[in-house]
């Protein structure tokens, strides 16, 4: 038996979506699992569509997820000559005709279909006609000759034996008259020269993979072992598309989700091991096989995706944490200054409770962030007379400590509660509007701990609140 390898064969004619990335990780976990190689394929035959922002930004996310392919990238374009080579070599050996349907013919045929309310199959006009009887005015497409007589089975790593009859797979092109080839063909000729032992792919390529055993059988190449893995699905349970909102790995590092929280929530995105739900990248490498899968659809579920980035948020090494956040605040919202950072740090304890993504934390560092607090308008009403007495005799005790911490904090807000006749909230909720501008934040011995004397006594002698 050869070294397993896999591939992800992604079009470079979009952002990277969530099912592909999925498939892209099983095929992934599947190879290291065997000690074997994953290889990244550009099926960039779309010269219209097809972007190199695109096959870069798959790459990058791949790369960003912990998936990075074996050797160089696979360029499906370079190969063109290869795959027709096949389809003339299949026509010499009486697997494929020329076939001169024209458009309007075709059409006719499609239309008389949709009138029946049948599928479309050609209807093999050209299989057996002499080449001497072709018309000189027209371009002939190339069809492979599909079996007509008897069943195939595929005998699928996911889904069991799937049987189908053969008079069911129409005589696919595999040639346009432009002389270009199609996936079916492509696919499969770049299959067999990479080597490939097995084809992890979605579903939704069940018929391809029966045209495309034909062409194996045809060419007397080995035939791969073939998985398909059932469809992502919205949590309505319909089919999730690049419409979808959060259907790209853009989607998810735009709101802070974690590379490991992603990959450990696709990981478990149809596919279960005993009761475990978290996994180490190498756990996943170790326990990840075919047989896990399950073979109905699953459903993207948002709150979930949030529920284990905040199990990773809690547990997850701080400086760790705190690297993420620094490049995540760089990428899609401000750079932090130098002196913040120092800040962010030391307060990442409590910034990160009850954070579901890194842009909570984000949110709930905001006002050490900034330079200058942004009042909530409707917030900063509350800072009557009693609050402006509060906040007052809060910086005037402020003079008489030389160190911050809750054991130093705790008499002089007490001392206020008492002689304001007043009680926590009294005292913690115009400190909390003046130091952040707003009445909702972390507790207010954090705040003021946070952000230093020199910092407290700024905000809190800032004129709005006198």
């Known amino acids: 038996?050869?070294?397993?390898?896999?591939?992800?064969?992604?079009?470079?004619?979009?952002?990277?979506?969530?099912?592909?990335?999925?498939?892209?990780?099983?095929?992934?976990?599947?190879?290291?699992?065997?000690?074997?190689?994953?290889?990244?394929?550009?099926?960039?035959?779309?010269?219209?569509?097809?972007?190199?922002?695109?096959?870069?930004?798959?790459?990058?996310?791949?790369?960003?997820?912990?998936?990075?392919?074996?050797?160089?990238?696979?360029?499906?374009?370079?190969?063109?000559?290869?795959?027709?080579?096949?389809?003339?070599?299949?026509?010499?050996?009486?697997?494929?005709?020329?076939?001169?349907?024209?458009?309007?013919?075709?059409?006719?045929?499609?239309?008389?279909?949709?009138?029946?309310?049948?599928?479309?199959?050609?209807?093999?006009?050209?299989?057996?006609?002499?080449?001497?009887?072709?018309?000189?005015?027209?371009?002939?497409?190339?069809?492979?000759?599909?079996?007509?007589?008897?069943?195939?089975?595929?005998?699928?790593?996911?889904?069991?034996?799937?049987?189908?009859?053969?008079?069911?797979?129409?005589?696919?092109?595999?040639?346009?008259?432009?002389?270009?080839?199609?996936?079916?063909?492509?696919?499969?000729?770049?299959?067999?020269?990479?080597?490939?032992?097995?084809?992890?792919?979605?579903?939704?390529?069940?018929?391809?993979?029966?045209?495309?055993?034909?062409?194996?059988?045809?060419?007397?190449?080995?035939?791969?072992?073939?998985?398909?893995?059932?469809?992502?699905?919205?949590?309505?349970?319909?089919?999730?598309?690049?419409?979808?909102?959060?259907?790209?790995?853009?989607?998810?590092?735009?709101?802070?989700?974690?590379?490991?929280?992603?990959?450990?929530?696709?990981?478990?995105?149809g596919w279960s091991f005993k009761d475990k739900e978290i996994f180490t990248l190498d756990e996943s490498i170790k326990h990840f096989n075919l047989e896990g899968i399950g073979k109905s659809p699953s459903k993207l579920d948002m709150s979930r995706i949030l529920s284990i980035n905040e199990h990773y948020i809690k547990n997850i090494d701080e400086n760790d944490l705190f690297n993420q956040l620094i490049e995540y605040s760089k990428l899609y919202k401000s750079e932090i200054k130098s002196d913040k950072k120092d800040k962010i740090k030391r307060s990442l304890t409590f910034l990160k409770n009850k954070a579901k993504t890194l842009e909570d934390i984000f949110n709930n560092g905001q006002y050490i962030i900034v330079d200058e607090v942004n009042f909530n308008q409707e917030d900063i009403k509350l800072i009557d007379d009693r609050a402006k007495k509060v906040i007052s005799s809060f910086v005037a005790k402020l003079t008489t400590i030389d160190r911050l911490s809750k054991e130093t904090l705790e008499p002089i807000v007490n001392d206020l509660i008492r002689l304001n006749e007043t009680n926590f909230k009294g005292v913690g909720q115009p400190l909390r509007i003046g130091l952040t501008g707003s009445k909702f934040g972390p507790g207010i011995y954090d705040i003021i701990i946070s952000l230093g004397i020199e910092e407290v006594t700024k905000r809190l002698t800032n004129k709005k609140l006198s």
């Open 1 to 269: 038996m050869s070294r397993v390898a896999t591939r992800f064969a992604p079009s470079p004619t979009g952002a990277l979506h969530i099912g592909g990335v999925r498939t892209a990780l099983f095929n992934w976990l599947f190879s290291k699992n065997q000690k074997g190689t994953f290889h990244l394929r550009i099926e960039d035959t779309d010269k219209e569509r097809s972007k190199d922002e695109h096959k870069i930004q798959i790459i990058k996310s791949l790369k960003w997820l912990g998936i990075e392919h074996d050797g160089e990238e696979y360029i499906q374009s370079t190969k063109i000559n290869d795959h027709i080579k096949v389809a003339n070599e299949l026509l010499k050996n009486g697997n494929a005709y020329k076939c001169y349907c024209s458009t309007e013919e075709i059409e006719e045929q499609k239309k008389r279909a949709r009138q029946k309310k049948l599928p479309y199959i050609y209807n093999r006009k050209w299989r057996d006609i002499p080449e001497s009887d072709a018309p000189k005015d027209i371009k002939p497409v190339i069809r492979f000759k599909s079996k007509i007589e008897g069943s195939t089975i595929l005998k699928d790593l996911v889904q069991g034996d799937i049987e189908i009859d053969n008079n069911t797979i129409e005589d696919f092109i595999i040639l346009r008259n432009d002389n270009t080839p199609t996936y079916n063909l492509s696919a499969t000729v770049d299959d067999h020269q990479m080597n490939m032992t097995h084809i992890i792919r979605g579903d939704d390529h069940k018929i391809n993979t029966f045209k495309q055993m034909q062409i194996y059988l045809a060419m007397n190449w080995n035939l791969p072992k073939f998985a398909h893995i059932p469809l992502i699905h919205t949590i309505e349970g319909k089919k999730l598309s690049k419409r979808d909102n959060a259907s790209t790995l853009d989607d998810y590092s735009k709101i802070g989700i974690m590379p490991d929280a992603l990959r450990n929530y696709l990981l478990r995105l």
